[in-house]
């Protein structure tokens, strides 16, 4: 039986055709950066001023993707409202926490709060609660609601330095801690308004240093 031969293989092998590339997947993102940057932009701008548009650009996401990823815009502005919140008093709980002189303590929680109030990339910010939530806690129950539990969490920090001061007997026995929480929290509002009008920070620690006199009954 006769066997057919082969036909001879080629030299060279036709070229593959190339597969057509496949589109690539859409660029993610991150939402803790992309939170951060809708801070940013709430803190400056207020929640009014600041439309989709705005947060679209500053996040790098599209308005599907921010509704996907946080909700409307509401709902995103209560997100960096918290996110504010928790990075304020991160700065601050071991300030509180620590064993020091009372006045050293009072001037290192307001150095910190100069050091948020004024910081920014175009100027001084101010304070989230005191510039723009505090407008926004007139209309809107939850907002407001977040709004008393940081004025009111910020009395119950001062207070209880101002208790452990007088138990250590820094403050005469007639002090009333609860009553200087007030002056204390009264001139971290005033520095954080004060800030963001651009007033020179020499002058903001001066003030700052007149209201440590006062409420430690001293001259300095």
């Not at 207020?46 to 909700?71: K, Q, V, W």
């Not at 700065?91 to 709060?113: K, T």
Request: aromatic content about 6%.
């Amino acid at each position: 039986m006769v066997q057919k031969s082969k036909p001879p293989a080629a030299a060279n092998p036709p070229e593959r055709r190339s597969e057509p590339k496949r589109r690539g997947r859409p660029r993610a993102y991150e939402p803790d950066v992309a939170l951060g940057k809708a801070l940013d932009l709430f803190r400056k701008q207020g929640f009014a001023a600041t439309s989709l548009d705005d947060l679209s650009e500053a996040t790098g996401m599209n308005r599907p993707s921010l509704y996907g990823a946080f909700g409307d815009k509401r709902e995103l502005y209560i997100k960096s409202y918290q996110r504010y919140r928790e990075e304020a008093a991160a700065s601050m709980v071991e300030i509180f926490r620590q064993e020091m002189p009372l006045r050293q303590r009072l001037e290192r929680i307001y150095a910190a709060a100069l050091d948020i109030y004024l910081s920014g990339d175009t100027g001084p910010r101010g304070c989230f609660t005191v510039v723009t939530a505090a407008s926004e806690a007139v209309g809107d129950p939850d907002i407001r609601a977040m709004v008393l539990d940081g004025l009111t969490g910020l009395d119950k920090a001062f207070a209880s330095c101002f208790r452990r001061a007088k138990e250590k007997g820094e403050l005469p026995e007639s002090a009333d801690p609860f009553a200087l929480a007030q002056i204390a929290s009264a001139t971290v509002h005033t520095i954080a308004i004060r800030s963001r009008a651009r007033v020179p920070r020499k002058e903001l620690e001066a003030i700052v240093k007149g209201a440590i006199d006062v409420m430690l009954g001293t001259k300095g």
